[in-house]
T-cell receptor, first 113, second 114 residues
Framework: EAQVTQNPRYLITVTGKKLTVTCSQNMNHEYMSWYRQDPGLGLRQIYYSMNVEVTDKGDVPEGYKVSRKEKRNFPLILESPSPNQTSLYFC????????????FGPGTRLLVL | DQQVKQNSPSLSVQEGRISILNCDYTNSMFDYFLWYKKYPAEGPTFLISISSIKDKNEDGRFTVFLNKSAKHLSLHIVPSQPGDSAVYFCAARTYGGSQGNLIFGKGTKLSVKP
């Protein structure tokens, strides 16, 4: 089954404790991305990657890091989480063709205390 | 500055009637538009798209209309069903552009009442 998986699905942590949210896709997509969804703000892009070892900032990259060492994986790293990073996070992947769409993971709900 | 705007945060419709969700954009370079649907506790899923060479694209009960001169698109759902209750996101990018340039609106929450 073609899918994007994220782990964990739910996470409660404390300020300053480093965490990683994993994302994996099995569709051999070149493109992967991270979004956060907040009430009244919709989906905002954090980082994206066009291919292995190629990453770029989205609209709200501050406080986040990513890496793309393998095509299928695109982890999101919060080196020192803060309460304003409490949010719902989505990973997405897609092909690079002109009409390609993005496929989203189920989401990771993060609470930073 | 919002490039993709969904000015109605919510919409309530009776089952069987038409639902019309609106989206406006400001960037004239956008020429490929998508609608995504999102249920609670799930990720967004692709619904329908349209490129600027068309003014209408239909898929079953879902039709997207594009008015390039007004920089406006709309999603029509006919007839609306309770299972259509979800948040709908409009998104836009250039057709030949990279996926990294996909810009989302803030979403409209549709409630279809039985």
């Amino acid at each position: 089954e073609a899918q994007v998986t994220q782990n964990p699905r739910y996470l409660i942590t404390v300020t300053g404790k480093k965490l990683t949210v994993t994302c994996s896709q099995n569709m051999n997509h070149e493109y992967m991305s991270w979004y956060r969804q907040d009430p009244g703000l919709g989906l905002r892009q954090i980082y994206y990657s066009m291919n292995v070892e190629v990453t770029d900032k989205g609209d709200v990259p501050e406080g986040y890091k990513v890496s793309r060492k393998e095509k299928r994986n695109f982890p999101l790293i919060l080196e020192s989480p803060s309460p304003n990073q409490t949010s719902l996070y989505f990973c997405a992947s897609g092909g690079q063709g002109a009409g390609e769409t993005q496929y989203f993971g189920p989401g990771t709900r993060l609470l930073v205390l | 500055d919002q490039q993709v705007k969904q000015n109605s945060p919510s919409l309530s419709v009776q089952e069987g009637r038409i639902s019309i969700l609106n989206c406006d954009y400001t960037n004239s370079m956008f020429d490929y538009f998508l609608w995504y649907k999102k249920y609670p506790a799930e990720g967004p899923t692709f619904l329908i798209s349209i490129s600027s060479i068309k003014d209408k694209n239909e898929d079953g009960r879902f039709t997207v209309f594009l008015n390039k001169s007004a920089k406006h698109l709309s999603l029509h759902i006919v007839p609306s069903q309770p299972g259509d209750s979800a948040v709908y996101f409009c998104a836009a990018r250039t057709y030949g552009g990279s996926q990294g340039n996909l810009i989302f609106g803030k979403g409209t929450k549709l409630s279809v009442k039985p």
